[in-house]
């Protein structure tokens, strides 16, 4: 259980373009999901908490213009990186965590999308 | 927001050989969790850590939850290449959000 689908898995756009990713729970309602960001050799940064029918809660640093997150339902959060720069490429990962089951299992994190921005 | 302090940040060693990582921080853990990621992958849980002073096996892998929960530690006995990955300590945070240490990127060597 706690399957996290995330697509695309790669994705090349050109620059000034946008792009959107979706992460979607597949065996659980999940209120609350998370988008991070990871650099080559580097660990994970956390950018937003996406809550289903608000705002998503950014942390400090991250363009809230820049990367759009949609929670509109309780299976499906989006994340869209507006006019891409070729300094936006990096490895997107989504989680979320099953509030039926207890904090001790974890999040499950969806495999990740690459984004190349040429 | 805790910071948390992972070490080494590289390791390389050969296989069948021993290892450990560390994950600190100045700040008091209600709880730490190991993760694993491999390249291309999300990360996947390993163990979660409570209690302070708490040990957990999981096969070859051990991990340790400091007596005074600021720190822990996993160790690797007989290091096989299929351990390769990146290893993450992450602060739950109380279910609010997940926060992860700079991670351990280890290779092991056949």
């Known amino acids: 259980g706690a399957v996290v689908s995330q697509h695309p898995s790669r994705v090349i756009c050109k620059s000034g373009t946008s792009v959107k990713i979706e992460c979607r729970s597949l065996?659980?309602?999940?209120?609350?999901m998370f988008w991070y960001r990871q650099f080559p050799k580097k660990s994970l940064m956390l950018m937003a908490t996406?809550?289903?029918?608000?705002?998503?809660?950014?942390e400090q640093g991250v363009e809230k213009d820049k990367f759009l997150i949609n929670h509109a339902s309780l299976t499906l959060s989006t994340l869209t990186v507006t006019s891409a720069h070729p300094e936006d490429s990096s490895f997107y990962i989504c989680?979320?965590?099953?509030?039926?089951?207890?904090?001790?299992?974890?999040?499950?994190f969806g495999s990740g999308t690459r984004l190349t921005v040429v | 927001t805790q910071l948390l302090e992972q070490s080494p940040q590289f390791l390389s060693i050969q296989e069948g050989e021993n290892l450990t990582v560390y994950c600190n921080s100045s700040?008091?853990?209600?709880?730490l969790q190991w993760y694993r990621q491999e390249p291309g992958e999300g990360p996947v849980l390993l163990v979660t850590?409570?209690?302070?002073?708490e040990v957990k096996k999981l096969k070859r892998l051990t991990f340790q939850f400091g007596d005074a929960r600021k720190d822990s530690s996993l160790h690797i006995t007989a290091a096989q290449p299929g351990d390769t990955g990146l290893y993450l300590c992450?602060?739950?945070?109380?279910?609010?959000?997940?926060?992860f240490g700079q991670g351990t990127r280890l290779t092991i060597n056949p």
């Open positions: 989680s979320a965590r099953d509030p039926g089951r207890r904090t001790g299992k974890g999040y499950t």
């Open positions: 850590v409570v209690t302070g002073g």
């Open positions: 700040s008091v853990f209600s709880s």
């Open positions: 992450a602060d739950p945070q109380g279910a609010q959000k997940l926060v």
């Open positions: 065996d659980f309602q999940a209120t609350t």
């Open positions: 996406s809550n289903e029918g608000s705002k998503a809660t950014y």
